[in-house]
């Protein structure tokens, strides 16, 4: 978009009642270079496109105009970029963050079987306590019952050894 231009410096020039009824300028050249207030249409006088261009590159446009868009095309360019980089440190982002959600099951999944483990071998030390008393009640019944019988010394004789 073009800023508006003071158009109170275009200055018009009546036709002379002389001259005859035909245009005397190039369509095209008013409306590439109407922009262009150094361009005044006169109807007597029709100024060559390279007056008209004088302060104009090759490509038609001012310095400053060239420098405007240079400006918002290194905007663009910058605009672009960042949007690239944004997306892709999105996409970083959302890597590692499937990759932890990984990490999160395998653990769960470990967790889960240690404490299956856990729980069984719990079980296990609880029935062998168990059992380590009912052995130890037994062995005192079995002994009474050798003690009884005067077999006392004989075992415990075996016992030391």
């Known amino acids: 978009m073009q800023p ?50 004088s302060n104009e590159s090759s490509s038609g446009e001012t310095v400053d105009e060239q420098r405007r868009r240079l400006i918002n095309e290194r905007k663009r360019r910058r605009m672009i970029s960042n949007r690239e980089s944004a997306r892709r440190s999105r996409m970083r982002k959302q ?7 990984l990490q999160v099951k395998h653990l769960l999944v470990i967790n889960q079987k240690l404490v299956e483990e856990i729980n069984r071998v719990v079980a296990n030390h609880d029935h062998l306590v168990i059992e380590n008393s009912q052995l130890r009640n037994n062995k005192s019944v079995l002994r009474q019952i050798l003690l009884d019988f005067g077999v006392e010394e004989k075992i ?4 030391e050894r």
Request: glycine share 0%; with cysteine.
């Open 4 to 53: 508006l231009e003071d158009v109170s410096n275009i200055q018009y020039i009546l036709r002379p009642p002389t001259m005859d009824s035909t245009c005397c300028f190039d369509m095209n050249s008013f409306l590439t270079h109407s922009h262009d207030p150094s361009c005044a249409i006169t109807s007597s006088v029709k100024k060559s496109p390279a007056t008209c261009r």
């Open 156 to 159: 415990f004789t075996l016992e």
């Open 95 to 101: 890597k590692h963050l499937d990759e932890l959600w």
